[in-house]
């Protein structure tokens, strides 16, 4: 097991300003509590009695949707016997952005397969940019090696990128922008694409009407592989339901659909609430953050098919506490508190608890009652990977004291680079935990203890997801945290003489962006051969929700206010 992991979800919290006074001295959180602005909870006990649809209703759309998913899966084969390939590209698109392609794997993959095998001979060339783009997406979307040197042909002299068909030009300018973001290192044509497409969509989107004006806004705010599936869904559904060229069929399927998850994920909701208000952490901890919604909302965005759903309320459940830890050892606890609550947990002993601080006691017990209940549930369900869920938490304890110690003794001020300071920074986001535990949740068809190993080692997929997270917090945060010694964003700034915030936050995005190629060019097959897709694509949504949580250098975590629209959408707005 190893002992360097990130510390999970990269939650920033507020500064103390009374952090090292003793327990007793706060009043153990129940008298002459420090000010936090913590940001309280938005939705309470919301969802202990709200339902989208009544169980009849339910029954119904789930009836509707067994005869059109069946319809939809005879398109597909049909599709992939015709010699069109612009029609198989656009159905399989259309698939995955309405987010109903899980119902329909072997079928894409199928498809995608003979597309791959056929030849980049010179019959390429009756293709459009917009196709060209397309099949190129797809290809490296689902881990098939694709040549950009297919976009060659759309160069002019000047190194401009140019298409026939005028009429459709801001569709084939979007196609290969949203292409291009697959790119890996070294593909020069691609980083052009980003610059050229990038201006261009820039400069035409103020005369674009809906819902193409959509379209590019969104594109331009986010690459279409690096949007959290639901999200895209939810947004999708709208922007077909405009399109003169839909199929009716389809979008039916894709409506019902969204409300079956919708009702599932409410109703996981409610057995969370229910759970979190029996535990009364906040009686204890009312420094903490109360973040079961959003909480939710992130694993959701990891895993969102319905045979996870008790993943989903289990990873939920192990996050809240990793939260809860996050606040305790960067905002509210004293560093011999903070060693005496990890000690604890490596020792996983109920007898442990009289060592703590009072206000850790109840909270300690907590934990260790929540993960019995978790490895039960697991054994019950014949998980082999039972052993892991605790060793994981226990390392997320490790990681966290790393980093405060680390911290006390001034190492992180000393960091002469960012890279020197992710190493620390980065096992201290946890951010390895959300992916593996996610993997152990998956169960035995799907993960192997080979697999959950080779998560645990930070791969190269995980890392870079890592450093995606670590980043886009850091400079999130920044402001809030009044120029932090420990974020990567005042190490970039000593380590380039004194440059501004401004300048330290460009040069961090582009190291995500450089983590970004790096996780493209890891999902590319036949790399991470301990890890089966779906594990890959763990991976990949975890590092989307990352991205989506902190957009814009906004913390949504913390301030909740502003997934409140997004939230409400997905679990409560019908389509």
Known sequence: MATSVPSVLLLPV???TNMLVSPVERGDLLHCKPHFDHHPN???????????????????????????????????????????LHIKLELI?????????YHYEKEIDNVLRRVHEEEDDDSDNCYDLHTTALRFYLLRKHGYHASPDVFQRFRDEEGNFTCDDNNNGTRSMLSLYNAAHLRIHGEEILDDAIVFTRNYLQSVVKHLQSPMTDEVCSALRTPLFRRPRRVEARHYISVYDKLPTRNETILEFAKLDFGILQSLYCEELNILTMWWKELQLQDHLSFARDRMVEMHFWMLGVLFQPQYSYGRIMLTKLFIF?????????????????????????RWDEEAAEELPGYMKFFYKKVLTTIKSIETDLKLQGNKHVDYVKNLLIDATRCYYNEVKWRSEGADQAAATVEEHLKISVPSSCCMHIPVYAFISMGNDVTTDDAINWGIAYPKIITSSCIVGRLVNDIASHEREKGSSSSTVEACMRE???????????????????????IAGECLRPAAAQAAPPLLEAVVNATRVLDFIYKDDQDAYTHPSSLKDTIHSIYILSV
């Open 14 to 16: 507020p500064t103390c």
């Open 93 to 101: 698109d259309t698939l995955e952005r309405l987010c109903i392609d």
């Open 322 to 346: 990793v939260s809860i830890f996050d606040d305790i050892y960067d905002n509210y606890s004293t560093l011999e508190e903070s060693k005496l609550f990890t000690e604890a947990i490596e």
């Open 42 to 84: 938005v939705w309470g006990e919301y969802f202990l009695t709200f339902s989208p649809c009544t169980p009849s209703m339910l029954l119904n759309m789930k009836r509707e949707a067994h005869v059109t998913k069946e319809q939809v899966r005879r398109m597909i084969l049909e599709c992939s016997s015709g010699p069109n």
């Open 496 to 518: 380039h003489g004194g440059i501004t915030k401004e300048e330290a936050y460009a040069k961090l995005r582009e190291l995500v962006e450089e983590s970004w190629m790096d």
